[in-house]
């Protein structure tokens, strides 16, 4: 029988024309049993199975034979990509087999596995059943006469047998059935829930696809069986060696300190967190003071219950880079562990090192791209792009989210737009992938009381007395001072230049990076005009973060030293940095970022009371800035009605203000609306504007999806952070020779180095607003490398604030 090659490699010890083949047969089966084996427990293994058997049905036909062939014998000839599509076979044959039958949910598992099969060669993942203009792109995609013909014979023969492959089939209209019935228990009959549900299931299947399809041919390529790629992780014997450690630590802090009331206190909920252990799989709030060790307290209890479910793993996300750095780090020492723990972010990548070898690498790699690891230290960003975003890489690491322990750090920083995508994702998780998700923050949001709520486990809160444990960590008094029209930036560097006297240090919190520099300036004329020893620093995104890292490190010496010390910072200040001033200073914002300032402030008891003043700035423009407004306002509204600045962080008053900081949003809004006012959360639900257009262009009910969810629009559109930002090379310290090497000839045989580089030298790159690269062009401040990295002129970055946005004076040169 014709062999046809699913891959093709240069045989070992051969010369190049000779040519090793992984089979299509082959390849089917093993793609087919790891997506069936990553699936049990899912409710969807036999449909998993289906899918990877059939995935590269179009490989079996002489024209991808001619195509793959052509490409071996000449690599500098190459046929393009998509000379042969040979990616809609396979749903197109389960429509051909299947589709006549008359039984309930067989049209559903064609097209779920279909659209499946059609999108895993998609750089941008999965696509649409029905476009948001209404074109039915799964019929025509299943339709297409570019599909090759199929030799039937050797699939029946060397694949899978008609018998076995009708009941294979008949496995997964089952799981569909028993699919639908549970969704739609879960979803309570809420259609929007329900399609959203089946959506999600789609990307997981879509998620299995592509890992397994990857790691399939990744072994091929390395001339090693799949199995051997795989990490095989005893998570129950990790979760029993990490949770004795940490319990040891825990221990050790409290026989060291035993008579300390923070230490007292900080036992009391860390125990209760421990109790909560537990209790059932669900989504749970952890509602902790800063302070109050929630990174130990929080672990402590992912250990315990992840031992008890037997989880697989232990995902902890929090917003910003610095944090993970921080908490990875010291979890890393406290568990003494290895490459058990996984940080993920965009500052850390697999480095080419020499003393890690080859395979050391691939191995490395292959976890952070699978997710594949007992314990991921990840940000938000990563996290919603692995949800929402339209990109094969993110997506391929869906599946590994099933049957976890999710930690949500921060969990207030959740935007807005995200809050129904994020309620009906972590529903899911928790109703049909056996997750258990824990929100842990100071300030708890209200996500319980919207519309689309986050369906919070009964008895989900972990602390039995919120009241107490908020009261057995005050160690703030907090005052307000909001002025009609608010302070002159003058007046308000002026008190905090001779605050910082009395109390010896102080740090002051700004909304903008402008009022930030404005402040800071203003501070150092006045400290210098009245001749006063006083350190004045300054910390904004506009200081690349190897400079932000060099500037907390001087602070914390001078801190420890009781040296004066006024720092003006923006809110990266807020959250992640261990730091303890006796004063702090927060330009008028939402409770929750006033809540994290005031984590800043006497942070560790160093007297009984520090003071957290807030004040309000004059023509402090947040128009760019909703949420932030928004919250400002809320908090305003609260103290001119009555409540007491010194009562802003109780529970009671921050659930009051969450409700009315989410009322200030349509619906729309928080269904992530885009400008043509469709919103995301319909696209990967119903998708009604689709299903609209569809009937007024004439469409037929027959010829309707059973689906109609919009993936590839809804991936193309979502993103979490502005993506309209550039990064620019800074001339500070070893940005200098970093800078010169992009800007040199780089031969091709550098190709390596060069991206190694590049991963180095993003701690010396300064993320810029499109506006802002614009200005700095105008000036003609920055230019382009040969390496195509822009770069700024040493001139325009100043040792104090960062990146110069002004032309600066020079009396002897015109620029």
């Not at 944090?323 to 990875?328: D, K, T």
């Not at 998700?437 to 919120?466: K, W």
């Not at 009261?471 to 909001?482: G, M, P, V, Y």
């Not at 300032?597 to 006497?602: D, E, S, T, W």
């Amino acid at each position: 029988m014709k062999i046809y090659a699913a891959h093709l490699r240069n045989a070992t010890g051969k010369n190049n024309s000779a040519a090793e083949v992984q089979t299509v047969a082959e390849h089917l089966q093993n793609v087919s049993a790891i997506m069936g084996k990553n699936a049990e427990g899912m409710g969807v293994a036999a449909l998993a199975r289906l899918i990877g058997i059939l995935h590269d049905l179009g490989k079996i036909s002489e024209a991808f034979q001619r195509y793959i062939r052509h490409n071996f014998d000449h690599p500098d000839k190459k046929w393009p990509r998509g000379t042969v599509i040979h990616s809609t076979a396979g749903g197109a044959f389960l429509m051909e087999r299947y589709g006549d039958l008359d039984e309930l949910g067989v049209l559903e598992t064609i097209q779920l596995a279909g659209l499946v099969i059609f999108s895993h060669h998609s750089p941008t993942g999965l696509l649409d059943f029905l476009s948001p203009e209404g074109k039915n792109l799964y019929q025509k995609r299943l339709e297409s006469e570019n599909s090759p013909k199929i030799d039937e014979i050797y699939f029946f023969h060397q694949v899978i047998s008609p018998t076995d492959l009708d009941s294979l089939f008949h496995s997964a209209v089952k799981e569909v059935c028993s699919l639908a019935e549970t969704i739609g228990s879960c979803s309570k009959d809420v259609l929007e829930t329900e399609a959203f549900y089946f959506g999600m299931t789609e990307k997981i299947l879509y998620s299995l696809l592509v890992d397994a399809d990857w790691m399939d041919s990744a072994a091929f390529s390395q001339g090693k069986n799949f199995a051997a790629m795989e990490q095989h992780w005893d998570t129950d014997t990790v979760w029993h060696n990490f949770s004795q450690k940490l319990e040891n630590k825990i221990a050790g802090f409290q026989n060291r300190y035993p008579s300390n009331p923070i230490t007292r206190a900080r036992t009391k909920v860390s125990d209760e967190a421990l109790g909560a252990a537990s209790r059932p799989t669900g989504i749970y709030r952890l509602s902790a003071p800063t302070g109050s060790g929630k990174t130990y307290a929080s672990m402590r209890f992912a250990l315990h219950h992840a031992l008890q479910k037997h989880k697989k793993h232990i995902f902890v996300i929090l917003p910003y880079t610095s944090i993970i750095e921080q908490n990875a780090r010291d979890i890393r020492n406290v568990l003494q562990a290895g490459e058990e723990i996984l940080e993920y972010h965009s500052d850390m990548m697999v480095e080419d090192g020499e003393e890690i070898s080859e395979e050391e690498k691939n191995r490395t790699k292959l976890m952070a791209e699978r997710w594949d690891v007992p314990i991921v230290f990840t940000t938000q960003v990563q996290f919603f792009n692995t949800l929402f975003a339209g990109c094969a890489s993110a997506a391929r690491r869906l599946w590994s989210l099933c049957d976890s322990v999710i930690i949500l750090d921060e969990a207030q920083t959740i935007p807005v737009k995200c809050t129904y995508l994020f309620n009906q994702a972590m529903n899911y998780l928790a109703d049909l992938q056996n997750d258990t998700i824990v929100l842990c923050t100071a300030t708890q949001p209200s996500l319980g009381a919207l519309r689309y709520p986050l369906n919070f486990a009964e008895h989900a809160e972990m602390l039995q007395d919120l009241s107490q444990a908020f009261t057995a960590f005050q160690r703030t008094k907090i005052e307000a001072e909001l002025p009609l029209g608010g302070m002159h930036i003058d007046e308000l560097a002026a008190e905090i230049v001779h605050e910082t006297e009395r109390e010896g240090n102080l740090l002051l919190i700004c909304n903008l990076t402008k009022e930030a520099r404005d402040l800071y300036d203003a501070a150092r004329s006045i400290a210098d005009e009245e001749g006063l020893q006083l350190e004045i620093d300054h910390l904004s995104t506009k200081l690349c973060p190897a400079h932000r890292r060099k500037i907390l490190d001087r602070i914390k010496k001078h801190l420890g030293q009781k040296k004066p010390l006024l720092l003006i910072s923006t809110q990266l200040i807020e959250a992640g940095v261990d730091i303890s001033f006796a004063s702090v200073y927060r330009v008028l914002a939402g409770c929750s970022s006033i809540a994290q300032a005031a984590g800043r402030c006497n942070r560790h008891g160093e007297r009984q009371y520090g003071k957290v003043k807030i004040v309000s700035l004059e023509n402090e423009n947040l128009s760019y800035l909703p949420d932030i407004a928004n919250g400002a306002q809320v908090t305003r509204d609260l103290l001119s009605t009555g409540t007491e600045a010194d009562m802003l962080l109780q529970p009671e008053i921050i659930q009051k203000y969450f409700e009315a900081f989410y009322g200030r949003y349509t619906e729309a809004q928080k269904e992530y609306s885009l400008k043509s006012g469709i919103t995301l959360l319909d696209l990967l639900a119903c998708n009604d504007h689709g299903v609209q257009a569809f009937w007024e262009q004439g469409g037929e009910e027959e010829t309707l999806p059973c689906f109609t969810q919009s993936f590839q629009k809804a991936g193309k559109e979502f993103f979490v952070i502005d993506r309209n930002t550039v990064g620019i090379l800074v001339p500070y310290e070893q940005g200098e020779s970093y800078i010169t090497f992009f800007d040199s000839e780089i031969p091709p045989w550098k190709t390596g180095e060069l991206y190694k580089k590049m991963r180095q030298a993003q701690a010396y790159t300064i993320n810029v607003f499109s506006w802002e690269l614009n200005k700095l062009e105008e000036n003609g401040v920055i230019w382009k490398t040969r390496a195509g990295i822009f770069a700024l002129k040493e001139e325009y970055y100043d040792e104090n604030i960062g990146i110069h946005f002004d032309i600066q004076k020079n009396d002897f040169c015109f620029i």
